[in-house]
């Protein structure tokens, strides 16, 4: 049959092969078997339009008729095909897989669409342009899209800023264009891991939504187009910097991946299809994520080998697994104000090198992790002294500095070189389990040798991740950026978790965490207790809710924990324990999100993947309305199996008033998958910035498989 069917995980995406272009039949729910279904069947030509039918194309051009942004912008250098015509060359399928080759034979040009389904129905989309011609091709741009399907009215995406990141917001899907354009040179803060649309008040667990995430860390824009004539479009693509690319004669240009995913469960389906392909990838982190201890808001740059031992030795007396020294080692780092490039010990601070400290830390039995910031430099740093010619960009002058940095430029093979070098011997040199890979600004007008770079610099900073991972395959990777400025499926290729934003402060960190876990399996995103007075916010919470909170990522602890007293140190220690206890839980389940009436209440939850147990969190995060909480549903069980449910943190008295808590809460209770989902328990009053965990377990006789009244 000439169509591409991928389907997976009640997802299926269908094209019609039979026209001289690949037409988008449909994304959505899995249409089951498509043999002998009508293909080649053309739109209606509507009066003042075209005198062809236009279809929905999976490359979209003008030459076809598409008056929505087209799929590519380019041209010769004089300005000449400006506006190729592609045409289905051939195409394969196979499994999950398909590629699409198409030809635009005036023009000298080929593209090659690449496709996959995963089994959970993640959809991964990406082209590659090849110039056939004896001349150049300038590229502007190249956007990957799919058509979603006509229920989808609205749109949610999600924005911010330096330590508010991934903050939803939510509007019609009108006709026109949603477009949103990153010129960070980095991925940004106010990136959004996805955007989605959906049918009417979708939400956590209800409605239609199809959703994309582009898996790329520098300049880029992510749209929803709808126009008249066509169905509403996702899309994609670099953003380059005037005449940045230049396709030379046989050169070829591939888009990062487009992600998809379709789900007729609310954004918790989006979530399964990600947080299931993310897990399969052969590089995911596999062993248990170690507990942390960071230091930057524990000393900030004031490293003193005396405190930090002591640091060590009060975290490893909590259970802690990885210390990572944080900014403020390396020469002359004494504020943010020099030394970046120099990757060699302070020899003032740390007169006998980091080894005392390492020796310390690995007796505590934990590893050992430092952080790094390879592609920025300070001026006032020796390797700026002899080298001003590798700051990146316009070349006649420097750009803007930003936190007193520049970018250093990578795509100059020297400078590459030299900071690959020193990292290596840092590395090599050092028991050092775990570099914070850290990037503190926007690089904006990058540029070498008077060029735009910004897409080279990208590349070039991967090929350092790539190349320091390939000589230390045991040192994982953090990407920072400060905070959650880098957060995507590309830096995601090359390292192990991210640092999702530099706030601590529990309360913004429970929209932050949500969100960004929309995309991200739990174990990829850091969350670490915070000081009682977040540094950030300068609010103050107790320390239930700021371990309640940091528990459902990859935990743990930026606080100075030198100084705890005997019932915070009780109770941190308690706090770690339970998430090593369920951490094997919390990072292979399934996320889930109720749908709650009163926003001041959020309810969240891991249950494991055989549905025998989860756990879950109930904070309140704002003054209630109502004066009770009310029944609150513990999504995601297996409605015919019985559980027992128990409150497991705070693990002594509430530090509110005891009539709050009611009888279940101490005894605990037992009742069917179906009844604890839909009927739901009552939940105590909490205040504002207050939380529980519930555990819930299936009981030793339980009648799987029976249908449970209760
Ligand atoms: C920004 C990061 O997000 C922080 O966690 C910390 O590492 C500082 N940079 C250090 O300069």
């Known amino acids: 049959m000439s169509s591409v069917y991928?389907?997976?995980?009640?997802?299926?995406?269908?094209?019609?092969?039979?026209?001289?272009?690949?037409?988008?039949?449909?994304?959505?729910?899995?249409?089951?078997?498509?043999?002998?279904?009508?293909?080649?069947?053309?739109?209606?030509?509507?009066?003042?339009?075209?005198?062809?039918?236009?279809?929905?194309?999976l490359v979209p051009q003008a030459s076809t008729g598409w008056r929505g942004r087209p799929a590519l912008i380019g041209h010769r250098p004089g300005g000449t095909d400006f506006s190729p015509r592609f045409v289905t060359a051939d195409y394969s399928q196979d499994g999950g897989e398909a590629t699409i080759r198409l030809l635009a034979a005036d023009e000298g040009l080929e593209l090659r669409v690449t496709m996959s389904m995963s089994s959970g129905g993640l959809l991964r989309v990406r082209h590659e342009l090849t110039n056939n011609s004896r001349d150049g091709y300038v590229l502007d741009g190249l956007n990957v899209v799919l058509p979603v399907g006509p229920a989808a009215t609205e749109v949610l995406d999600l924005t911010g800023r330096w330590s508010r990141e991934q903050h939803p917001q939510r509007h019609p899907l009108n006709q026109g264009t949603w477009l949103r354009e990153y010129r960070h040179g980095r991925t940004g803060h106010d990136s959004s891991v996805l955007t989605m649309v959906g049918t009417s008040g979708f939400s956590n667990r209800r409605g239609e939504v199809w959703a994309t995430h582009?898996?790329?860390?520098?300049?880029?824009?992510?749209?929803?187009?709808?126009?008249?004539?066509?169905?509403?479009?996702?899309?994609?693509?670099?953003?380059?910097?005037?005449?940045?690319?230049?396709?030379?004669?046989?050169?070829?240009?591939?888009?990062?991946?487009?992600?998809?995913?379709?789900?007729?469960?609310?954004?918790?389906?989006?979530?399964?299809?990600?947080?299931?392909?993310?897990?399969?990838?052969?590089?995911?982190?596999?062993?248990?994520?170690?507990?942390?201890?960071?230091?930057?808001?524990?000393?900030?740059?004031?490293?003193?080998?005396?405190?930090?031992?002591?640091?060590?030795?009060?975290?490893g007396?909590?259970?802690?697994?990885?210390?990572v020294l944080d900014d403020g080692w390396f020469k002359n780092r004494r504020s943010d104000h020099a030394g970046l490039g120099d990757w060699t010990v302070d020899a003032d601070v740390w007169p006998a090198g980091l080894d005392p400290l390492i020796h310390e830390v690995l007796d505590q039995g934990m590893e050992f992790g430092l952080w790094v910031e390879p592609e920025m430099i300070n001026e006032d740093s020796d390797v700026i002294r002899e080298h001003p010619d590798w700051i990146s960009g316009p070349g006649h002058r420097t750009p803007v500095e930003w936190r007193h940095q520049q970018v250093i430029d990578l795509v100059n093979p020297d400078a590459w070189q030299h900071v690959f070098s020193q990292l290596d011997a840092l590395l090599s040199n050092h028991r050092i389990s775990y570099l914070k890979w850290d990037q503190n600004r926007d690089l904006v007008e990058e540029g070498h040798d008077g060029t735009p770079s910004s897409h080279r610099q990208v590349e070039a900073s991967y090929r350092l991740f790539d190349a320091l991972k390939r000589a230390h395959p045991q040192v994982e990777i953090e990407s920072c950026s400060s905070g959650g400025a880098r957060v995507d499926l590309g830096i995601l290729e090359r390292t192990d978790r991210v640092w999702t934003s530099d706030c601590n402060?529990?309360?913004?960190?429970?929209?932050?965490?949500?969100?960004?876990?929309?995309?991200?399996?739990?174990?990829?995103?850091?969350?670490?207790?915070?000081?009682?007075?977040?540094?950030?916010?300068?609010?103050?919470?107790?320390?239930?809710?700021?371990?309640?909170?940091?528990?459902?990522?990859?935990?743990?602890?930026?606080?100075?924990?030198?100084?705890?007293?005997?019932?915070?140190?009780?109770?941190?220690?308690?706090a770690v324990a339970l998430y090593k206890q369920h951490r094997s839980l919390l990072h292979s389940g399934v996320a889930v999100h109720a749908d709650l009436s009163d926003d001041a209440y959020l309810l969240q939850g891991v249950v494991s993947r055989d549905r025998r147990e989860a756990l879950y969190s109930f904070v309140c995060v704002r003054s209630a309305?109502?004066?009770?909480?009310?029944?609150?549903?513990?999504?995601?069980?297996?409605?015919?199996?019985?559980?027992?449910?128990?409150?497991?943190?705070?693990?002594?008295?509430?530090?509110?008033?005891?009539?709050?808590?009611?009888?279940?809460?101490v005894d605990s209770v037992v009742g069917s998958g179906a009844f604890l989902g839909e009927a739901g328990l009552p939940m105590p009053i909490l205040l504002p910035e207050q939380g529980i965990l519930v555990h819930v377990i299936e009981v030793a006789d339980s009648p799987r498989g029976a249908v449970d009244g209760d």
């Open 6 to 57: 991928l389907r997976g995980g009640g997802c299926a995406l269908l094209i019609d092969m039979s026209g001289t272009v690949p037409a988008v039949i449909h994304w959505g729910r899995d249409l089951g078997d498509v043999a002998g279904i009508p293909l080649g069947v053309v739109n209606p030509v509507p009066h003042s339009l075209y005198d062809a039918p236009v279809v929905t194309e």
């Open 214 to 315: 582009f898996g790329y860390s520098g300049n880029r824009s992510t749209f929803v187009e709808k126009t008249p004539a066509a169905p509403a479009m996702l899309g994609s693509g670099q953003l380059f910097s005037p005449g940045e690319l230049e396709l030379a004669p046989g050169a070829s240009y591939r888009t990062p991946w487009l992600y998809a995913a379709y789900s007729t469960d609310g954004i918790d389906g989006l979530s399964a299809a990600f947080h299931e392909w993310i897990r399969e990838r052969p590089t995911h982190p596999r062993t248990p994520r170690p507990v942390v201890l960071n230091t930057w808001e524990a000393v900030y740059f004031n490293h003193d080998l005396d405190v930090l031992r002591e640091l060590a030795r009060a975290a």
């Open 317 to 323: 007396r909590l259970g802690v697994e990885r210390f």
């Open 505 to 574: 402060d529990a309360l913004e960190r429970q929209t932050i965490q949500r969100w960004t876990q929309a995309l991200l399996p739990p174990e990829l995103v850091g969350t670490h207790v915070g000081p009682t007075q977040s540094h950030t916010t300068g609010r103050t919470h107790s320390l239930s809710f700021r371990a309640i909170t940091a528990i459902f990522g990859h935990f743990g602890i930026e606080w100075d924990i030198r100084g705890l007293d005997d019932a915070q140190s009780a109770e941190l220690q308690a």
């Open 625 to 665: 309305r109502d004066e009770l909480p009310g029944r609150v549903p513990l999504p995601g069980l297996d409605p015919h199996s019985r559980y027992r449910v128990a409150v497991v943190f705070p693990t002594g008295a509430m530090p509110y008033e005891q009539r709050n808590i009611i009888p279940w809460t």
